[in-house]
């Protein structure tokens, strides 16, 4: 393996643990909130925001954090968003001529 191909798996390996230390992180936070603040609360608004709001905030925090940890992903999603952009009015048209 060459040199930058080492190193280009190591800012892979890197970007990886960082992903699943903030989800680990996040993950931690939600499940405190589940099951600690219910405790100390009677108010069915602090309740629910600290039960089912935070189960579904976790969720989307998941998705958020693999797209902001990963350039691939960015990369990918917002090439197609322009490569369709540029293209849409863009017709194509082929013609066979045939000689009788």
């Not at 939600?30 to 009677?42: D, H, S």
């Not at 039960?51 to 905030?57: E, G, H, I, P, Q």
């Not at 968003?81 to 194509?92: G, L, P, S």
């Amino acid at each position: 393996m060459t040199d930058a191909t080492i190193k280009k798996i190591s800012l892979r390996d890197r970007r990886f643990l960082k992903q699943t230390v903030i989800q680990g992180f996040v993950f931690m936070l939600e499940l405190l909130t589940y099951f600690f603040i219910p405790q100390y609360f009677v108010n069915r608004w602090i309740v629910f925001f600290a039960t089912s709001f935070a189960w579904v905030a976790v969720h989307v925090a998941d998705g958020l954090i693999v797209f902001f940890c990963h350039p691939e992903i960015r990369n990918y999603l917002f090439k197609d968003i322009n490569h369709n952009q540029n293209h849409r009015n863009t017709v194509h048209v082929s013609s066979v001529v045939f000689n009788q």
